[in-house]
């Protein structure tokens, strides 16, 4: 089931609440407890979530990049086993509604919650005012389950974490987080079709998460709309070589020569083979380009 209208109103439910962003190790720990729960008491899973992110309504001035957009977290979450997503608009108003309100009308009267699973962080409502022991207080039938931090070599598993790893192109660490290499999507846009040019036809993809991970040059993997996945290598940066100065997405597939544009795409960087940088002529960034491609064919093997 895809994003759901929030005028839904699932009954008997077992809720998980939380950003998901990434639905990385520790969102998929949430799961398993999550899916446990509604078998053993013959609930609905539900994930409660939140778009845009709290951040960016409430302290802008904190807010981190999102990991995905909001269909591809929604695609996650589906793909993981989730019954059903409900999506709240956050909003200023939403934002201002009192940890008891949100108790009264969320949890109990619009998702039914049986049993409510959360994050050992968990905080709700207004100035995050609430926690799992006002629920208790308010709702002492409703089941609590808090689920405890997720840690991999000796370090929580966070999105926040996953961010700083993109940033500087540890594409592989923050796999491991993820559980999956990371991706971004986007539609297949018009080029300067240098690419072809030089026997390296390339699909310019516009990046749509707000997440940008570092400059550089990465061994892909691309999924197309019909569900193919071609191995591939890519640029992310400004092209320095050419006179750039917008960052772009430029992806050769391998063994692969179709007409893309308009296509949604799914790229996934696998591993990160060098830094981007200028050349001296065409010929060399061509060259280059070659040895880039047989780098990512051998890591992609």
Do not use: C
């Not at 793909?79 to 909003?91: C, N």
């Amino acid at each position: 089931m895809s994003e759901t209208d929030p005028r839904l109103r699932p009954t008997d439910s077992v809720v998980a609440i939380g950003n998901f962003d990434g639905v990385h190790l520790g969102h998929r720990a949430l799961l398993d407890e999550l899916f446990a729960t509604g078998r053993r008491l013959g609930a609905i899973p539900v994930v409660y979530t939140f778009d845009p992110a709290p951040t960016a309504v409430v302290a802008p001035q904190r807010h981190q990049a999102r990991l995905q957009t909001l269909p591809n977290r929604v695609a996650r979450l589906q793909e993981a086993g989730v019954a059903r997503v409900e999506v709240e608009p956050f909003t200023a108003a939403f934002a201002a509604l009192p940890a008891e309100a949100f108790v009264t009308r969320v949890l109990i009267e619009r998702l039914g919650a049986r049993a409510l699973v959360v994050g050992h962080d968990f905080r709700f409502g207004t100035m995050r005012s609430g926690d799992v022991a006002l629920i208790r207080r308010m709702a002492p039938t409703l089941e609590l389950v808090e689920v405890p931090a997720v840690e991999l070599h000796g370090d929580p598993v966070s999105s926040s974490r996953i961010r700083k790893l993109l940033a500087k192109g540890e594409v592989a660490a923050a796999a491991e987080l993820l559980g999956r290499p990371w991706s971004f999507s986007g539609p297949v846009v018009s080029g300067q079709a240098r690419g072809r040019t030089i026997g390296f036809p390339t699909a310019n993809v516009a990046q749509r998460e707000e997440m940008v991970a570092a400059a550089g040059v990465y061994a892909i993997r691309a999924t197309l709309p019909d569900g193919r996945v071609i191995p591939g290598v890519a640029n992310l940066g400004t092209r320095p070589t050419v006179g750039g100065t917008e960052r772009s997405a430029e992806a050769h597939l391998f063994d692969f020569d179709a007409d893309l544009y308009g296509q949604v795409l799914e790229i996934s960087l696998v591993a990160r083979l060098r830094d981007e940088r200028a050349f001296a002529s065409i010929a060399e960034l061509t060259n280059q380009i070659r040895l880039d491609a047989a780098a990512a064919r051998a890591r992609l093997a």
